[in-house]
């Protein structure tokens, strides 16, 4: 009698502990498919497998943190020291990450198809076989990279990340259509604020210059720079 009350309450525990960890993987999917897909929209960029993961697995690590304070416990009655809550741990964790990363490819496949953007790996063999079949056409930026009029100079190891750098288009745009784009794709990979493009009649990149806006700090950093006086200057 005794053994099947011991059978019962093991078997209630861990239906309890399988359904809140399946629980936790689908919000983890949940979670990561929302923030592949708005990442996917304002960057058009898929978002990386490992920030997918870990931003899932962190929502589902706050989740339980915040209800073990307030409650002390996780699953049923068993205190939080107790071999068999991190057993649940483990399981909840392991399947919130693998749950984090399907949801991660669902959310940019949804957002790929919502907003028509068609991805492909500028190394592959598949884009060397369009640009050999004149489908794209290939930019690479200057190997001096200018600063733009009225903006605070960009970083100096991101100007150089972006010199020499290659790009590629669809070869059906024309020349004021394709500096957009490249604007467009430079300020959205470099978090730059401003980027002008100069391209010759023949598609030759002649000139890229970049700049950011001055923050708060910035702006008052240049301000002081320039009122501040030396303390050996006659007054």
Known sequence: MTGLVVLQIVTSW???????ILGFGLLALVTASALSFVFRQYTTRQLPAGAGMLLGVSFIAVWLAVDSALTGTLVGDTGLAHYGTGAFLLGTFVVSAGAAEFGRRIGDRIGCDVFDITHL??????????????????????????????????????????????????????????????????????????????????????RVSVGVKPSGLRLAAAEHGRCRRPRDAAP
């Open 14 to 20: 861990t239906q309890t502990a399988i359904l809140s």
């Open 121 to 206: 790996d500028a190394q592959t063999d598949a884009v060397d076989l369009l640009q050999s079949a004149r489908l794209v056409v290939e930019l690479r930026a200057p190997t001096q990279i200018a600063d733009a009029d009225g903006y605070l100079s960009a970083d100096d190891d991101l100007k150089a990340e972006l010199a020499g750098r290659r790009f590629r288009f669809p070869r059906r745009l024309d020349v004021e259509d394709l500096e957009t784009r490249f604007e467009t794709r430079i300020q959205q990979d470099f978090d730059l604020d401003y980027v002008d493009v100069s391209l010759a009649e023949d598609g030759t990149v002649e």
